[in-house]
């Protein structure tokens, strides 16, 4: 017997009309260039990629064998291809470059005039080719030079030799268009003119059209004593450098007068220097201070000014270490330094117990409203630590392997988001994959860009094996290479969690947990109403623009009631302003006492065919809040040769019969049940099977038993889509009757299908989007909801076997309920189709399921009826009714509108035997019809039909 609590639900919708101008972070798109073989390879390299304000980003992408970007393949040489590939706001490659031997460090991208500086350098002497063309610069390797915003390389310029493998060689640019080159002399040379000795670093400012407008050179005290160097944008102008500082730091020839001492000497401290736009020195400072000499000191990661002149640095602090007012013990640390270089603030994270620094922050990007880092778990941590691995930061709790963090300007953690990880998972070898930024970039409104790689759960190279599939917020990708991806602009920020008050008390005591199932959370703002997903930590998050708010949730589960907040179940406050954080927005759900509920769902995997098995799964669900004992039976229409069931059950003729005890509140119990049908089962037979599970003294026993209705078919397409319901009365509709979509999927084809993802597209402004609940399904898997209504169920890693290889377990299905508008007329149609993905195939779509709002009529179908068919259906111009009468005689076909009045009509003699008639369908306007066929002997029978 096997239990699920639910499938791994994570709901990330916003009803369409509510969106207005906040705008919650998000993944609002993810794009992946990839890889077709394990043997492939395409990785995105650290902090090479670059944003501009409009939100283009250019993004570098090493590969082997060959990369698939879109509808575009590019083939590698044996050795040295990349690609960089430029992506406007919106996700849409503008255009591929293809790049041979050479091998770029860093981008910036010219804000002033467009297109982006490079530094890069040749892998082989008198190689190196940007689209086809050569490089035009010899004999030195390295080079600085600027692409235009279409690709082309506008001008190159040679540099001496340098120590191309210490991560120091790159560049950053101001608003103004100036760029700043670093370097690291390999031997004694000349930097447009200036003197340098080896090791020593010289930083360059360039304009637009490659002319050097002054030379700095910085060094140590002796040899190694700078290393590590890395630069920071200042959008004003200048530029921060940060790197590893051994004894002094010297500006210019000479070591007359030092920048920076580190006091007492001998050992290696973090330091943070600023320089304005004229190369003139503003200040520097050693990040952190410790008492321990020799063995506290910040490792800097990342770092970056905003337009006022404020520095942020991220990474890595080694114990003990004092930032301002931060007492760093180990590991992730973020600081933000004043224009005159003071410490503003700094903040940490709660460590790991006991275990090695090694979760830094790595990546940075800042403006005047605050900053947005990814701080890392590594690997080792998330395996080791106790299970679940995590890390604290104010408010918010890290689990995944990489998180993006944002902070206010006043130092607040504001929101943290990160893929949808699946683990931990306590072996190295079973770890999940997972996406690891390796770049970031922002633009003029606030938007982050992210570039970076699919690695494997124990962080070391791409994932072997099956094509992994990444989930980002409502995002999906799939395969190995590299993933270019957009969070969306923040608002202000609601945030509390939705716990299980047991003790109603209307406070989180600390034995009680987060509220076990989704719920939607709804923010009020003046006439709009916005709704927001609760999400699997039962952290509730919501965006918020300037003015009045009132928020709450949605719906209350049956059987519960709200503890917190005590004033209606709601909060209420003002935002003045925007980027403000307001905190422990918390909701108890409190039990009602003794309500005993369970619900029984009886659910097909694919059609019944004549000589084939079928499998129907009912599911078992607590919804109440007592513990439930009891029994499911499931049976079988008499059709129906009973074959097995899993687990396995008590059988008495049709009847299987499964005992379960201690079903607890919000768990459920799948059972299978497989059965044949006789060859000779005519197409058009009904089958009728139903479930039951009485319970003493439910609450609600009309959804202890269940029935399913199915059609025998022949031919048949398995991957369909089916609704409970056809037909809706205006008082069913009044009375919220729920709607429940069956999509059924089967491969057919010649290999298994690692990932499967059905997309479903509902109308919100006839369906309910708030109250949509997973039933059922036959594999685990996540779910999410757009504001546009768009339903995306995926089965990730399901391992589904095609057809050939296990009729059975080469299906499955997913159900659904949502409930409709309660204000649907009569007439209204409700037409619903699905598509649906086996990995990189293009999808399949189903036939579309309809329901309308009807009145009763006559025009019902009789199950003791002749069998007929009619297609196409959906049809255009003409539809054709297919049956096999049984005497001839006279035969009526009659076409109704959905208030039940007649708009067609033929009546025709027609002898026993096949009957083929064609209807008219011209002059009638685009809706959902009955069709009714009344043969010689009756009785009537009638279908849905679509006319588009």
């Not at 915003?149 to 190159?156: D, K």
């Not at 079988?636 to 499964?658: F, K, N």
Request: hydrophobic share 40%; with cysteine; charged share 10%.
């Amino acid at each position: 017997m096997k239990i699920l609590r639910s499938c791994y639900l994570l709901v990330f919708f916003l009803i369409l009309a509510g969106l207005g101008s906040a705008r919650a972070q998000s993944f609002a798109w993810a794009k992946i260039a990839r890889t077709p073989t394990d043997t492939a390879y395409a990785t995105a390299s650290r902090q090479v990629s670059a944003t501009d304000a409009d939100g283009n980003t250019y993004a570098y992408i090493p590969f082997r064998e060959s990369l698939i970007v879109e509808s575009t393949v590019l083939t590698a040489a044996p050795t040295g291809s990349a690609a960089v590939i430029k992506y406007d706001s919106t996700g849409t490659v503008l255009w591929i470059k293809q790049l041979q031997d050479l091998v770029i460090t860093k981008m910036a991208v010219d804000n002033s005039a467009d297109g982006v500086f490079i530094t890069a350098f040749k892998e082989v002497a008198g190689g190196g080719t940007w689209d086809g063309t050569a490089i035009p610069v010899t004999p030195n390797r390295a080079f600085y030079a600027k692409a235009s915003a279409g690709g082309t390389l506008q001008w190159t310029r040679a540099l001496p030799d340098l120590n191309l493998y210490d991560g120091s060689f790159g560049v950053v640019a101001d608003d103004a268009g100036r760029a700043y080159v670093l370097g690291v002399l390999l031997n004694p040379g000349t930097v447009s003119g200036t003197n340098a000795e080896a090791d020593d670093a010289f930083i360059l400012q360039t304009n637009g059209t490659g002319t050097t407008q002054w030379v700095r050179v910085l060094h140590g005290t002796s040899f190694l004593s700078l290393s590590g160097l890395q630069m920071g944008p200042k959008p004003s102008g200048g530029f921060l450098i940060s790197g590893l500082l051994l004894n002094s730091l010297y500006l210019g020839a000479g070591t007359a007068n030092p920048l920076l001492t580190v006091s007492g000497g001998g050992s290696t401290n973090g330091f943070l220097s600023s320089f304005d736009g004229t190369g003139t020195h503003q200040w520097s400072r050693i990040v952190g201070t410790t008492t321990q000499q020799g063995r506290g000191f910040a490792a800097i990661k990342s770092l970056a000014a905003d337009a006022n002149g404020n520095a942020y640095v991220t990474g890595t602090g080694y114990q003990p270490l004092q930032i301002g007012s931060l007492t760093l013990t180990s590991g992730y640390f973020l600081a933000k330094y004043n224009a005159a270089g003071v410490v503003v603030w700094a903040r940490g994270g709660q460590p790991i117990p006991n275990w090695y620094p090694s979760y830094p922050g790595e990546l940075l990007v800042a403006n005047n409203a605050g900053v947005t880092v990814t701080v890392r778990l590594s690997p080792g941590s998330i395996i080791a630590s106790p299970s679940p691995a995590s890390l604290v930061l104010g408010t918010l709790e890290l689990r995944a392997p990489v998180t993006f963090v944002h902070y206010t300007a006043q130092g607040l953690e504001q929101w943290a988001v990160a893929d949808t990880w699946p683990g931990p998972i306590p072996t190295v070898s079973a770890q999940p994959p997972y996406y690891r930024p390796t770049s970031m970039g922002l633009d003029a409104r606030g938007n982050v860009y992210s570039v970076g790689q699919v690695v494997r759960g124990n962080g070391v190279g791409p994932p072997i094996g099956p094509a992994p599939t990444i989930q980002l917020g409502s995002q999906t990708t799939v395969g190995r290479g590299s993933i270019v991806t957009r969070l969306n602009a923040y608002a202000n920020t609601l945030r509390g969690q939705v716990y299980l008050d047991q003790n109603a008390n209307g406070q989180r005591d600390a034995t009680e947990g987060i509220f076990p199932i989704p719920l939607t959370g709804a923010l009020v703002q003046g006439t709009t109403t916005t709704y927001f997903p609760v999400d699997m930590t039962g952290t509730m998050q919501a965006y918020a623009s300037p003015g009045n708010y009132s928020l709450s949730l949605a719906r209350i589960p049956t059987y519960y009631t709200v503890s917190q907040p005590g004033n209606g179940g709601r909060y209420s406050g003002t935002f003045s302003g925007v980027s403000q954080l307001v905190s422990e927005q918390h909701f108890g759900l409190a039990p009602i006492p003794n309500q005993a509920d369970v619900r029984i769902t009886l659910t097909p995997y694919g059609p019944a065919r004549p000589g084939f098995t079928t499998r129907y799964r009912a599911t078992l669900e607590n919804v109440g809040t007592t513990t439930a004992n009891g029994t499911v039976t499931a049976t079988l229409d008499s059709h129906a040769e009973y074959v097995s069931s899993t687990p396995s059950g008590t059988r008495a003729g049709q009847a299987i019969t499964w005992n379960y005890a201690g079903l607890a509140p919000f768990n459920r119990l799948d059972f299978d049940v497989l059965f044949s049908l006789p060859t000779n089962t005519p197409p058009g037979t009904v089958l009728t099977s139903t479930a039951s599970a009485p319970l003493a003294a439910d609450v609600a026993p009309a959804d202890n038993t269940t029935s399913n209705v199915q059609t025998v078919t022949a031919s048949f397409d398995p991957n369909d889509i089916t609704v409970n319901y056809a037909r809706l009365t205006p008082t069913q509709v009044a009375a919220g009757q729920p709607l429940d979509y069956t999509v059924r999927f089967q491969n057919m084809g010649t290999d298994t299908a690692f990932t499967v993802i059905v997309k479903d597209t509902l109308n919100f402004q006839k369906l309910r989007l708030s109250t949509l609940q997973l039933v059922a399904q036959s594999h685990n898997c996540i779910w999410s909801l757009t504001g546009k209504g768009e339903l995306t169920v995926r089965f990730l890693n399901i391992g589904l076997p095609h057809r050939n290889q296990n009729v059975i377990r080469s299906q499955g299905f997913v159900r659904f309920r949502v409930l409709p508008q309660a204000t649907l007329a009569v007439g209204e149609v409700i037409p619903n189709h699905a598509n649906i993905f086996f990995d990189y195939n293009a999808p399949v779509r189903t036939n579309t399921a309809t329901t309308t709002v009807f009145l009763a009529t006559a025009a019902l179908d009789h199950h003791d009826a002749a069998a007929w068919s009619a297609y196409p259906n959906p049809a255009t111009d003409a539809i054709t009714v297919v049956t096999e009468l049984a005497t001839a005689g006279s035969v009526r076909l009659e076409l109704l509108d959905a208030l039940g009045r007649l708009v067609r009509q033929q009546t025709l003699k027609a002898p026993a035997g096949a009957l083929r008639q064609t209807l008219d369908l011209h002059g009638l306007a685009p809706g959902l019809y009955v069709l009714r066929i009344t043969p010689p002997t009756g009785p009537a029978s009638s279908s849905q039909v679509v006319r588009e």
